[in-house]
Structure formats: C-alpha cells, structure tokens
C-alpha cells in the first residue's frame, strides 16, 4: 500500500504523513520531547502563583495531536523522565521531581494520549472539534496538575485551583484558538481533510 492511500485512511495523524519506519516513530518521540522542553523556556511568572505561564503545555497537546497517542505519550514519557533525572528542560530551566507543579508534567502524559486518540478520530480535522480536543487535554492537565500542586505546596484546594487553574484560564482559551486554525489548516495544507 502506497504512503498516500496509508494517510487517508481514517485514524491517521498528521505525523502518519511522513513515510512509516522506527527510525521516524523514534525520531518523533524524541522531537516531540524536545519541543515540549523548548517550549517550557518560554516561561512567565504569574503573581501569587508558583506555577507560570508557559509553552509546554501548548507543546505538549500538539505533541499528542500530531503524533497520536501511543507516540505522544512515549515522548511525554520521555520528557518527564528526562526532567525528572536532571535535564533542566522543565519550566525556566529546572528539573527533577520535587517541584511543586510536576503534576503538571505528569498530567500533559495523560493529556497527549488523550487528544492523540481524538485526534486519530478526526478531532484535528476542523476548528471545532480541534477546540474540544484542547479543551479536554487541558482539563486532564489540570485534573492531575492542581490537586498535586494542592499536596506539594500544602495548600487547600481551592487555594491551588486560585494558584494553578484560575490565572491560566484566559491563555488557555488562545491556546486553544491557536490550534483551532493551526492542525486543520496543516491537514488541508497536505491535500488529506476528510
């Protein structure tokens, strides 16, 4: 079966466009990991709040988008692990498992997988549905990201919901208008909307 006619079938993503091997699958993983660590440099502090305003999350949902869940999840996987035993990629260059919003980390792994397999069901294919899909990964991000700032940080929580979900709200709403043009405009770009 030639690559175009293995794209258009449905379940495909938009990594399922470049010519299938391990070497590409291992290629992607790694990339995806790195974007996401690129991403996170692009960190801003949010008053009152120990969590920033950051890339990675971003990174991380088009990560799981364009590699579909399984390779989404292995590159997140990768970049936790990584950040976790010493590469300083996490937010403004730190690393390791002690930080009070490693939950966020741990959260975009459930996330990538989760808007991956949307994704794979068309989720990236029109602004609507690619609004949903971004919206439903960060609520994931957020379901494990606030109640671990909650036990990290000793907080109450609706004092980590005031700290790590409150001030993130509106960016997370251009986030995911972003992606609403970004994925169906890079799928109509290769000839391959449904």
Do not use: C
């Not at 938009?14 to 960190?43: E, H, K, N, Y």
């Not at 959260?107 to 029109?126: E, I, K």
């Amino acid at each position: 079966m030639s690559t175009a006619t293995a794209t258009a079938r449905p379940g495909a993503v938009l990594a399922d466009l470049l010519p299938a091997s391990r070497v590409r699958d291992a290629a992607l993983v790694l990339g995806g990991a790195v974007l996401t660590g690129i991403a996170a440099q692009v960190a801003v502090p949010v008053p009152h709040s120990p969590v920033p305003v950051t890339g990675q999350t971003f990174a991380a949902l088009l990560v799981g988008t364009t590699l579909g869940a399984r390779r989404g999840f292995l590159s997140l996987a990768l970049y936790a692990l990584a950040g976790a035993a010493g590469v300083p990629w996490f937010a403004d260059g730190t690393s390791g498992a002690g930080m009070v919003s490693f939950g966020y980390v741990l959260g975009m792994l459930l996330a990538s997988a989760a808007v991956g397999a949307l994704a794979r069901r068309g989720a990236d294919r029109s602004p609507l549905r690619m609004a949903g899909a971004m919206i439903l990964g960060e609520a994931v991000i957020y379901a494990v990201g606030v109640p671990y700032l909650a036990l990290a940080a000793h907080l109450s929580l609706s004092q980590a919901v005031a700290a790590g979900l409150t001030p993130f709200l509106i960016g997370d709403a251009l986030k995911a208008a972003l992606a609403m043009g970004v994925l169906p405009t890079a799928w109509k770009l290769a000839g391959k909307q449904d």
